[in-house]
């Protein structure tokens, strides 16, 4: 019988993070080392499970196997998909803590705690001037040559 709870007792012993399953936790541990045991064939990318690699050989065929059921665009991945999803929903749970915007991609609101933060993460290799945005970086880089 399969019970189902929301107990995590598979822990990260590197940064702490917790587990329902140990298989998980296994795959979880391969960011630490950065070993991507599965290679694609066609252009040798890494993965570091099977079915991340799955999912990158549709990128070689152009297969796009899940479709939206409201406006029939269609995606090579699940998680796009879902993604997409909420552009028709107008759902965004990610939620800034400090004033409260909110979000539809957990990367936007990253992006978006740079401000709070007043971090510049990406630094110009010429001059060393920082910038929040990676694509800001580029443009400046351009004035170098």
Do not use: W, Y
């Amino acid at each position: 019988m399969l019970i189902h709870t929301k107990e995590k007792p598979h822990q990260c012993n590197v940064c702490e993070k917790r587990f329902r399953r140990v298989g998980h936790l296994k795959i979880h541990m391969l960011t630490h080392t950065n070993v991507k045991p599965h290679q694609c064939d066609v252009c040798e990318k890494r993965f570091r499970t099977g079915g991340n690699l799955k999912a990158h050989g549709l990128t070689h065929t152009k297969e796009k196997p899940h479709r939206c059921d409201v406006c029939e665009k269609r995606f090579s991945n699940v998680g796009h998909l879902k993604r997409h999803m909420m552009t028709h929903t107008k759902e965004k749970p990610h939620r800034c803590d400090v004033c409260k915007k909110m979000f539809s991609r957990v990367g936007h609101l990253k992006r978006h705690m740079l401000i709070h933060t007043n971090e510049k993460p990406h630094q110009c290799d010429v001059c060393e001037k920082r910038f929040r945005e990676v694509g800001t970086l580029k443009r400046h880089m351009l004035t170098h040559t």
